[in-house]
């Protein structure tokens, strides 16, 4: 059973910037393509980066030039740095594996709320 553990979420202020990290209990999480996902009341859970194994990056329409994925392999670790955010990324933030699809792999953690608002 893969445990995912994501944490750095908090409240922030339209413009700033935050940083989530995401703990992956996976022997070989380096071979795995990665994606974070976030969650707004009431909609669907949407694919938001996504990293593959050999570093290719891929980013929703809404983040693009705002958000930067990344992962250190030997610390069996994902981030994502979230910077000029805007209340509309407020959300419950997940990490997983992701399929080529973009749908998961795992079975969910516990996320990380991210509320932006002044």
């Known amino acids: 059973q893969v445990q995912l553990v994501e944490s750095g979420g908090g409240l922030v202020q339209p413009g700033g910037s935050l940083r989530l990290s995401c703990v992956v209990s996976?022997?070989?999480?380096?071979?795995?393509?990665m994606g974070w996902y976030r969650q707004i009341p009431g909609k669907q859970r949407e694919l938001v980066a996504a990293?593959?194994?050999?570093?290719?990056?891929n980013y929703a329409d809404s983040v693009k030039g705002r958000f930067t994925i990344s992962r250190d392999n030997a610390k069996n670790t994902m981030y994502l740095q979230m910077n000029s955010v805007k209340p509309e990324d407020t959300a419950v933030y997940y990490c997983?594996?992701?399929?080529?699809?973009?749908?998961?792999?795992?079975?969910w953690g516990q996320g990380t709320q991210v509320t932006v608002s002044s």
């Open positions: 990293i593959t194994s050999n570093g290719y990056i």
């Open positions: 997983n594996g992701a399929r080529s699809t973009g749908t998961s792999l795992w079975s």
């Open positions: 996976e022997r070989f999480f380096s071979s795995y393509a």
